[in-house]
């Protein structure tokens, strides 16, 4: 099994780019296709915890179901969010790489080469 998983959605051209960059390091990674199989709430607030960033960074605020679900609330909290995340998986920035160097959303690609294998510390 391998130590990379991608969040990723195959009709992503930058989704795609990553997993191209992480199997031309030497990896096979787990895929994740969020799209079909989102992860919980808690996972999602456990992904962004790790990134270092704030949930509301996974989240595809250009989507018409950001607006259309009124996420743009300021007083939404991270609970809230993730649960419209979970009910409307588009709304998920991808692709989100996990690797024993870290979790990062790879927007751009190319802040995926930090994670891979061989990358400079």
Do not use: W
């Not at 195959?10 to 199997?23: A, D």
């Not at 979790?103 to 190319?110: D, G, I, M, Q, S």
Request: aromatic residues 2%; contains cysteine.
């Amino acid at each position: 099994m391998s130590d990379i998983t991608i969040f990723h959605n195959p009709r992503c051209g930058t989704s795609r780019t990553v997993l191209e960059m992480i199997r031309a390091s030497g990896a096979e990674p787990n895929i994740v296709e969020y799209l079909k199989t989102p992860p919980s709430p808690g996972e999602l607030q456990a992904l962004a915890q790790a990134t270092g960033e704030p949930l509301r960074a996974l989240l595809r605020t250009k989507q018409p179901e950001y607006l259309e679900q009124g996420l743009d609330d300021p007083s939404l909290t991270d609970a809230q969010l993730a649960a419209a995340m979970v009910a409307t998986p588009v709304l998920i920035n991808r692709p989100i790489v996990i690797t024993p160097r870290g979790v990062r959303l790879c927007r751009p690609a190319e802040l995926v080469e930090a994670l891979l294998p061989g990358a400079a510390a």
